[in-house]
């Protein structure tokens, strides 16, 4: 199983802003894929599916983004994976729009959500790093 974790702040002021791009994306990957519907689960929201013969959880934190980790670390330990096993999407505004980077490892480049996840399970999963370029 795999959990791709996208990034994002709860509450209506924050829906479809530059800084909720990862929850974009999750919900954008359980839409085209037929995920079962969102539940809350892990100190988020969880959708379960698969992509191709790949088991995936998708997640968006319910806590500010700041304490992303807490979500993905509580989905972790309940799955038993290990931080290779997680994806996580989120806007970074050091990329131009539309501009993506995948890479694994690495520091969290000022981006308070990856910080959080990392100070949970450490640095080893992958990122996915959208570019919204700067205001």
């Excluded at 199983?1 to 954008?28: C, D, I, Q, S």
């Excluded at 992303?68 to 972790?76: C, F, H, P, R």
């Excluded at 799955?79 to 996580?88: A, E, G, R, S």
């Amino acid at each position: 199983m795999l959990v791709f974790a996208g990034l994002g702040n709860p509450g209506a002021k924050y829906v479809k802003t530059r800084h909720n791009l990862g929850f974009l994306v999750a919900e954008e990957i359980a839409r085209r894929h037929g995920f079962q519907p969102w539940r809350h689960r892990h100190h988020g929201a969880a959708a379960r599916g698969r992509l191709g013969r790949i088991d995936v959880l998708l997640l968006k934190p319910a806590t500010f983004m700041n304490r992303s980790g807490v979500a993905v670390a509580d989905a972790l330990r309940f799955y038993k994976l290990k931080p290779t096993n997680v994806t996580v999407f989120y806007d970074e505004i050091d990329l131009a729009p539309g501009k993506v980077r995948v890479k694994t490892g690495g520091g969290a480049a000022g981006h308070n959500g990856v910080r959080s996840i990392e100070s949970h399970i450490g640095n080893s999963f992958r990122r996915v790093r959208i570019g919204i370029g700067h205001p």
